[in-house]
């Protein structure tokens, strides 16, 4: 009888507790809508409903801080949370001007929820209705195992870097080009020592370019970040097309479902 090393299995555990912070602060300008996208409707519901609705659902996700506009804090309470009775939603906050300053409010709040947890964080983009429980459950495993990772797919197109002129600087090879989606994940201190770092650098005065987490402890942590498969279908709405196309593909899985 030939011996198979046993497969990683994870449990989930006091010491695996996942928190998830959704982002819905952002003003959607490339929506060009006054309404911001992700309270814009996708088949009736709002599209932050969808990934709320996926979190809800997943046995892996213990708890939701949700992230918005000051000014949408109570639409949120209660056109979505109450009237769908969403339970893991323990904590709506404000959000910043920037991304990472919107997730930085998030990470504050789970660590103000969960003291006595070390635990997962998984950040995911509102804008993302197609979340599934493959995907949260791809990444969740590989945060576990490597302290950081990021759901990503192969580009499709070949990604050119431009310079300052509008001239093509450099072709990197396509081979080794994901586009970044969410949710990423990380081991709880790995982030917060990340972002940590990074209000430090806001505060001295430097300017930022960062659009994803990733980025953050690429430039301000010390671990590598692992990809994971995505999905082509997982897209951010982000320009009017992208509505038409995210209700192509809620159809298709409405009839993969029923
Ligand atoms: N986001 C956020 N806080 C911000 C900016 C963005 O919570 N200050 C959220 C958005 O609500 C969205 C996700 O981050 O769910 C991804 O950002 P993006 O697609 O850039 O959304 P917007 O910033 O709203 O859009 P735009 O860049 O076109 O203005
Ligand atoms: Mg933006």
Not at 190 to 201: D, G, K, R, S, Y
Request: proline letters at 5%; hydrophobic letters at 40%; one cysteine or more.
């Amino acid at each position: 009888m030939t011996h198979q090393a046993n497969p990683t299995v994870f449990e989930k555990t006091t010491e695996s507790r996942v928190s998830v912070i959704l982002l819905a602060a952002g003003k959607g300008s490339r929506m060009h809508s006054n309404t911001p996208k992700q309270f814009l409707e996708l088949a009736g519901k709002p599209l932050l409903f969808y990934p709320l609705f996926t979190l809800e659902q997943s046995p892996l996700v213990d708890e939701v801080i949700l992230v918005t506009g000051e000014d949408t804090v109570s639409f949120c309470r209660e056109s979505l949370v109450e009237a769908y009775g969403f339970q893991k939603v323990k904590a709506i906050v404000p959000g910043g001007a920037e991304r990472y300053q919107s997730v930085y409010q998030g990470l504050l709040a789970v660590q103000n929820l969960s003291k006595l947890h070390s635990h997962v964080v998984l950040i995911h983009d509102g804008a993302r209705p197609f979340l599934t429980e493959e995907i949260l459950s791809r990444v969740w495993e590989a945060t576990l195992q490597y302290q950081a990772a990021i759901a990503a797919v192969p580009s499709k197109d070949t990604v050119k870097l431009m310079d300052a002129r509008g001239f093509i600087a450099e072709t990197p090879c396509r081979s080794q080009v994901w586009n970044a989606q969410t949710p990423q994940g990380f081991l709880f201190p790995v982030i917060m020592e990340a972002f940590q770092n990074l209000m430090e650098e806001e505060e001295k005065g430097n300017s930022l370019f960062v659009t994803d987490d990733a980025a953050v402890v690429e430039l301000m942590g010390h671990c590598p970040v692992k990809l994971v498969e995505g999905s082509y279908e997982n897209i951010k709405v982000t320009t009017p097309e992208d509505l038409f196309t995210a209700a192509r593909i809620l159809e298709k899985q409405e009839k993969r479902l029923f």
